[in-house]
């Protein structure tokens, strides 16, 4: 690289940071005080995943706050010791995403095998471990995780008891696991009547690929004695996919006590005229990945549901495919169907929902009325009442692009759209961006040789852009509220993907592509799915930075009120243009925020390793620390011997760069 092309590029960067810092400016940061400030801070808990069953993400605690949070410091590091086993390849690098739960306390946290790690929460020192001993094939190996354990309570058991306090998690090979919260003891009642104390195994059903094709990776909702557990498929392996089921126990037992198929198998289910050509009989998937809620006191869990099998083609199964890529309502006693809503009509795109429905309560008119919130990674929002299903927020049908190479595909002729919507939906060449006028032009040419009528765009032979990715817009990551507000804090990613369908004789499957590259067999259809990310020479994104954001939104108003970037691209400069760029331009993320009710909120997530504190109100960045290892996990918070502590997984994720890790850390005020 020429020394006047370093000035250019150098030249270009400032004035992109002047023009992010203007589009950064809002509000004065507004003063805080604490309610109570002489009020000896009383020890609590984080028993669920979201810190309560509605994943609302939202803690009391203000010991740090706005006008403090600047002298957080690492108060405690734990290590898991798997560090070495993995940059000495005897183990796979896989995400570290498991967000720690408090209760009895202690602290527990899982590795993406599923084992559990339990900590003294004042220093961090490892009280027991327990080790499911997961056996994984290759195949299931590259996408094992665990994101969490969730807490049952026997409230008729006596306060001594066993298992009166029980963690229940499931594995990458499909078993369900209880242990006593504070000993890791097995629970003897948990299991029994299989001869397995401790643990269930669930049967994954028939049309296995690989013997764990069907993984458990999200903690299980809990309404009552009832644990309500997903699970995860592998993409686009085959139209005759697994059963995506939801699976219900008892959480003192085991016992299984419903089930529910995304897919719906029986002829009399009105979902399955919504199925044309017997074809529920013959997919699968439909699966829940991500979180579910629950509604303890109204008897409802709620399950946002995936694409069926296979993601990008469609021509064996018209119609609508109701239920899947839908918000579903159940009945957590009896798995008997309250409502539901579809976000979107026979998938083609892999716009499954990914993100834990949140539930809050909203105003109305002067009431309060029931709300869940579902984000999607079409970067829209919508707002139910949970109870009826009714909408908070607008929805509009509207007419879709219905141009496709595939001449048997079924299209839907329009698609459901919420009028609050976060990202950019659809993308033209116009809107190609670069650090320079050369990979700008690159970007553009790309666009203009790709099929792009704008959002719900077919997948066709050419690619097809799909913007935003089906990675996100939102993810797994979902958001957080602030009860009593109706304000919504959320990351968002701006990216823009290609979909290719390749007729099948033309790709040769042993490769299967590398790092963002990738082909997936999609076997029982004509095609192969080609997928990459829509990047510039320089390895940026072809989109507008920021890249990754923050936002706040007024859910009752249906209004942003701020977006900021989120993470910095000095490792992409470093790497790619050879120039140090210290530039908050937002970068890919996984993980999600929590806020507080001192006036913050925290999150990690980003590509650059970082953790940082931003202003609910104002958006303005306060605190950020750069931590060991990648952070793409959701942070947790607490109070124990009189302190603060805000604590978050830093592992890593392979997809992402980011460090390698093996780490749980505690941030606390200086003492």
């Avoid at 092309?5 to 950064?24: D, F, K, S």
């Avoid at 919504?274 to 008897?299: I, Y």
Wanted: aromatic fraction near 8%; glycine fraction near 10%; include cysteine.
């Amino acid at each position: 690289m020429t020394h006047s092309r370093n000035l250019a590029i150098v030249a270009i960067l400032l004035l992109v940071a002047a023009g992010l810092l203007y589009w950064n400016s809002g509000p004065d940061m507004l003063p805080y005080e604490r309610a109570n400030p002489e009020q000896p801070l009383a020890d609590s808990e984080w028993p669920q995943y979201g810190n309560n069953h509605g994943g609302e993400r939202y803690s009391e605690l203000d010991q740090i706050n706005r006008s403090n949070v600047e002298d957080l410091e690492v108060a405690w590091v734990y290590q898991a010791g798997e560090l070495a086993a993995i940059e000495a390849g005897e183990q796979p690098f896989n995400p570290w995403q498991s967000t720690p739960v408090l209760v009895e306390d202690t602290l527990v946290a899982c590795t993406p095998s599923g084992r559990l790690l339990a900590l003294d929460p004042n220093t961090g020192e490892e009280r027991w471990s327990f080790d499911p001993a997961v056996s994984f094939s290759s195949f299931g190996h590259t996408f094992v995780k665990c994101r969490g354990v969730s807490t049952y309570v026997d409230e008729s058991a006596a306060p001594d008891a066993l298992c009166r306090t029980r963690l229940i998690w499931g594995t990458g090979d499909l078993r369900a696991f209880a242990v006593d919260a504070r000993n890791g003891q097995r629970c003897p009642d948990f299991g029994a009547a299989a001869g397995t104390p401790g643990e269930v195994q669930f049967n994954p059903g028939p049309n296995l690929v690989f013997h764990d094709e069907v993984q458990i990776h999200s903690p299980p909702a809990m309404a009552g004695h009832v644990a309500v557990f997903g699970s995860t498929l592998a993409d686009n392996v085959s139209v005759k996919a697994p059963s995506g089921k939801i699976r219900a126990i008892d959480a003192r037992s085991g016992e299984l006590l419903w089930t529910f198929d995304p897919v719906p198998r029986q002829a009399d289910d009105p979902a399955a005229q919504t199925w044309g050509n017997n074809s529920s009989e013959l997919v699968g998937a439909g699966n829940a990945w991500s979180l579910l809620s629950a509604d303890p006191d109204n008897n409802l869990v709620f399950v946002p549901t995936t694409s069926p099998s296979a993601d990008l083609v469609g021509s064996y199964r018209p119609g609508e495919n109701r239920y899947t890529d839908s918000l579903v309502a159940l009945d957590s006693n009896t798995g008997e169907l309250r409502w539901h809503f579809q976000v979107v009509h026979h998938d083609l795109w892999d716009y499954d929902l990914p993100a834990q429905p949140i539930l809050t309560e909203l105003e109305r008119d002067g009431a309060q009325v029931p709300a869940v919130v579902l984000l999607t990674k079409q970067g829209m929002v919508f707002v139910f009442n949970r109870l009826t299903g009714e909408p908070l927020l607008p929805i509009e049908e509207r007419p879709v692009p219905q141009n496709t190479d595939n001449p048997d595909e079924w299209l839907s002729p329009t698609q459901p759209f919420s009028t609050l919507a976060l990202v950019q939906q659809g993308m033209r060449p116009d809107d190609a961006w670069g650090f320079t006028f050369w990979d700008r032009n690159a970007c553009r040419k790309s666009v203009e040789g790709l099929r792009n009528e704008g959002l719900y765009t077919p997948p066709s032979t050419q690619g097809t852009i799909v913007m935003p990715a089906s990675a996100g817009g939102m993810n797994w990551g979902s958001g957080a509220i602030v009860p009593g507000t109706g304000i919504l804090i959320t990351p968002t990613l701006h990216m823009a993907q290609v979909h290719r369908l390749v007729p099948r004789e033309q790709v040769d499957l042993e490769q299967r592509g590398s790092g963002a590259h990738l082909f997936f067999p999609m076997h029982g259809t004509d095609y192969v799915m080609e997928l990459f990310f829509l990047t510039s020479p320089l390895g940026a994104p072809c989109t507008q930075p920021p890249w990754g954001r923050l936002s706040a939104v007024d859910l009752a108003a249906g209004e942003v009120l701020w977006q900021v970037p989120l993470g910095s691209v000095e490792r992409l400069a470093d790497q790619q243009i050879g120039i140090p760029v210290p530039l908050e331009m937002g970068t890919p993320m996984a993980g999600g925020p929590i806020v507080t009710r001192g006036g913050l909120a925290f999150i990690a997530a980003s590509a650059d390793d970082k953790f940082r504190a931003f202003d609910t109100e104002t958006g303005q960045k306060l605190w950020e620390v750069k931590l060991p290892a990648g952070g793409q996990s959701t942070p947790m918070t607490y109070a124990a011997g009189g302190r603060q502590y805000m604590v978050i997984m830093a592992g890593g994720h392979p997809y992402y760069g980011t460090t390698k890790g093996d780490h749980i850390i505690a941030f606390a005020l200086k003492d």
